[in-house]
C-alpha cells in the first residue's frame, strides 16, 4: 500500500525558510517521480517542483531560485527546501510520487502560512 507522509509545515514571517519532507512507503522509491504541489484557497492545485529518478529537477516559475527539491533514496525520503518566502506561497503543500508501477499516489498535505 502507498503510503506518503508530509511533515514540516508551518507558520513563517515573510523571508523565512521552512523545509519539507516526504515519508514514503509501498512502491519502488528510486525509480519513481517525486513532486511537490500547493494548492492555495480558491486556487487548483499547481506544481512546485518535482524530481526524476535520476536527481533530475524541475521548477514552476514563481518558485524563481528560493527552493529546492531533493531526494534520499536509501531512506525514501524527499524534501522541499523553501527560503525567501512570502504571503504568496501560503498554501497547502501536497507531496506526490508517480511510481513506473502503480498508482499516482498524494500525502495529506501540510499547511504553509507565511505571516508576519
Known amino acids: 500500500q502507498v503510503q506518503l507522509v508530509e511533515s514540516g509545515g508551518g507558520t513563517v514571517q515573510p523571508g523565512g525558510s521552512l523545509s519539507l519532507s516526504c515519508a514514503a512507503s509501498g512502491f519502488t522509491f528510486s525509480t519513481s517521480l517525486l513532486a511537490w504541489y500547493r494548492q492555495a484557497p480558491g486556487e487548483s492545485r499547481e506544481l512546485v517542483a518535482s524530481i526524476g529518478a535520476l536527481s533530475d529537477t524541475r521548477y514552476a516559475d514563481f518558485v524563481q531560485g528560493r527552493f529546492t527539491i531533493s531526494r534520499d533514496n536509501p531512506k525514501k525520503t524527499f524534501h522541499l527546501q523553501m527560503n525567501r518566502l512570502t504571503p504568496a506561497d501560503t498554501a497547502v503543500y501536497y507531496c506526490?510520487?508517480?511510481?513506473?508501477?502503480?498508482?499516482?499516489?498524494w500525502g495529506q498535505g501540510t499547511q504553509v502560512i507565511v505571516s508576519s
Open positions: 506526490n510520487a508517480q511510481p513506473l508501477r502503480g498508482p499516482n499516489s
